[in-house]
């Protein structure tokens, strides 16, 4: 039960951002970096895991920076002419607003460029069941009755995910990280699953250029983007966005 425990609280502090240190001990996690420290003459470990901090921080908000910074400014034509064929073609906003949470549990609105009708939120229980997930923690539709057929062309080619460039800038997002979760699904986590607020979502990710809605099981995705947080590096991100672009071209697993 001790360890159990641990575990959990090892989770939670890593979602938060903060760290723990524990009485040295026995048990040994898989992840983990303990590293002997002092504090007020007492030896204490704490409990960490691999993955970016300090410099890396710097050099991954600085790739964000110039990334979304070149970005906005070389698809500013194509951000006019969606946001025209957007207004044209439906009535409603041309941008769509969701809370969703962010790292360390913080929640923040994503922008997209609208794909769905506007009452689409509130139809969202009326269309569950059609989910291609069988997960609740996990959502989407093939065919989805609620999109525009303007908005499924831009779902298919990911140019309503263009504006979250704005949420990169403001540090909200990152270019690459985690799929950012509803707070509704965020309520259905264990206490491990956590570990996915580490780091800032991101608007491509290690799930989507690996297969995105084509991997439906929840905790595979968790999985899959453990493995990059903790391993993080650079060079990681910037092949994840050399491998989104063929991703996207390809519309592998897009609906």
Avoid at 28 to 45: K, N, Y
Avoid at 58 to 64: E, H, I
Avoid at 113 to 120: I, L
Avoid at 187 to 205: E, N, S, V, W
């Amino acid at each position: 039960f001790e360890a159990n425990a641990l575990r959990e609280l090892i989770d939670v502090s890593d979602a938060a951002g903060c760290h723990l240190f524990s009485l040295p001990r026995r048990t040994e996690f898989s992840g983990l970096e303990p590293q002997l420290v002092w504090r007020r003459g007492a030896p204490l470990v704490q409990l960490t895991r691999p993955g970016i901090r300090g410099q890396h921080l710097v050099a991954k908000r600085a790739l964000d920076i110039v990334g979304a910074s070149v970005g906005l400014v070389v698809v500013a034509p194509i951000l006019a002419v969606v946001a025209i064929a957007v207004k044209l073609s439906s009535p409603g906003p041309v941008l769509f607003r969701q809370r969703r949470v962010g790292r360390g549990g913080r929640c923040f609105s994503i922008l997209k460029f609208r794909s769905m009708v506007t009452d689409a939120e509130s139809r969202r229980d009326a269309v569950g069941e059609r989910s291609i997930y069988s997960d609740p923690r996990l959502f989407k539709i093939v065919r989805d009755p609620r999109v525009t057929p303007l908005g499924a062309f831009l779902r298919r080619t990911s140019l309503d995910e263009l504006p979250q460039l704005w949420n990169v800038l403001r540090g909200q997002m990152s270019l690459v990280g985690p799929r950012p979760p509803l707070p509704s699904e965020v309520k259905l986590y264990d206490a491990h699953h956590y570990g996915r607020f580490y780091m800032k979502p991101g608007i491509t990710g290690p799930w989507q250029v690996g297969g995105r809605n084509r991997i439906t099981d929840f905790e595979t995705v968790v999985r899959i983007e453990a493995a990059y947080m903790w391993q993080w590096s650079i060079w990681k991100d910037l092949s994840i966005l050399a491998r989104t672009i063929p991703a996207v071209i390809a519309g592998r697993g897009a609906y």
